[in-house]
């Protein structure tokens, strides 16, 4: 397989996958059909922030947005099965039933654990040994721009980490179950190894003041474009879209079969932060996984870093086994 030069790279030499935008298939229907799964991303978008930004201070709260959340994960999940990417990745029992384990987890273990441990514990602790002042001039930007600096903060964090996972060992045994995942779905995004989870899900945004209704904001920039990363729906998404945004185009390259593509598209929600470091490859990609799109089970996912690291470790401090030299024969 030749593959393709992006840059100083070649993709695609280890699995078929597709490179540029203008090699991707389009939605395939009537005028309504192409219109709507055109302007969907950006009306979703532009819906979230108009609603967050002038609903009252009775709704405004965390509780109506992770409504909102579940709501529209639903719709998604109606549009996999309307219009999907690929046929390959349909949603089967198996695939829904080890989704919503992790997805339970996610909302009990993580959540408890995440309020011990947590980032926002962290900083507290960090803050109060420091005795620090937080940036309170922050919350005298304009409530847009709080909102537009929470979330990158976030995201610009999640590209170095995920970065580090895929480029330190430790981290990576952490990470990789994750890309055994062998289809894109509305849940997959929440599949993974729990200290995996964890990590990805740690942020520097809490050294910063800002308005609770900027968090809110940047909450629905985050589930109006990150949630697409694991979705199995195709389409037409716009220039400019595709250009500041990931997709679930970029996304499905980063879980490919081939190792190359892998190692690209690490920001959550800004792809332009990966186009910044010359890590950003656009196009797509069918076959996912690793092993040649093995399928992990949820007990092999749970212990695989920790079995993987055992073998290493055996490995690298195993004393090396002495080999009999054969004596020479006497002289006859």
Known sequence: MDGVRVGNRLIGADAPVTVGWENIPRVQGGPVKQFVFTWFQPTVL?????????????????????GIAVGFKVLLLALEWVNPRYESW???????????????????VLRLVDGFIGDDVMIKAIQGYFDWDKFSWFTGLPLLVQAFVISFIFDFGQYWMHRGMHNWYPLWLTHSVHHYITQLNINKGAVGNPVELFLIGLGIGGFFDFLPRAALLAGAIGLSVSTYQHINVRFNTPRWWRFVFNTTEHHSLHHSQDYEATRSNYAGTYIFIDRIFGTCVDGEAELLGMEGGRR???REQMTYPFTEAWKSIRKRFARPVAVPVPRAAPPA
């Open 296 to 298: 992990m089970s949820i």
């Open 90 to 108: 349909r949603l089967t029992w198996k695939e829904l039933a080890t989704d919503l384990f992790y997805v339970g987890l996610g909302f009990t």
């Open 46 to 66: 532009f819906a979230l922030i108009a609603f967050w930004y002038y609903a009252p201070n009775s709704i405004a709260k965390a509780s109506t947005a992770i």
